[in-house]
């Protein structure tokens, strides 16, 4: 088992930058994969970014491309997403998720582990 645990989530207006943690306890071998996902209201959720632990690989969604930077701090079994230039429609509840299967950017692949959430707003 995996339990993951968010925080850094805020309100910051356009253009403004937040830091999101995601730190891993339990059985952190199982987390050769880990992404953020996020979900606004009336949409679905949708991948942001994943990073391979393994080899750090990492992967984005069109939309952060160039704006989001995820990265890796194995020592502390925490994953991090620098959100900078914000947009209103960056909005939603950001989610991180773990996986032991290094299928971290497919299509449609479910990740196992999940975290509570952490609430992104970003006002214009």
């Known amino acids: 088992q995996v339990q993951l645990v968010e925080s850094g989530g805020g309100s910051v207006q356009a253009g403004g930058s937040l830091r999101l943690s995601c730190v891993a306890f339990g059985h952190t071998y199982s987390t050769n994969c880990m992404g953020w996902f996020r979900q606004a209201p009336g949409k679905e959720r949708e991948g942001v970014a994943a990073i391979y632990t393994g080899g750090g690989n990492t992967y984005y969604a069109d939309s952060v491309k160039g704006r989001f930077t995820i990265s890796q701090d194995n020592a502390k079994n925490t994953v991090y997403l620098q959100m900078n230039s914000l947009k209103p429609e960056d909005t939603a509840m950001y989610y991180c998720?773990?996986?032991?299967?290094?299928?971290?950017?497919?299509?449609?692949?479910?990740?196992?582990?999940w975290g509570q959430g952490t609430q992104v707003t970003v006002s214009s």
């Open positions: 998720a773990a996986d032991p299967r290094p299928r971290c950017w497919w299509p449609g692949f479910q990740y196992n582990y």
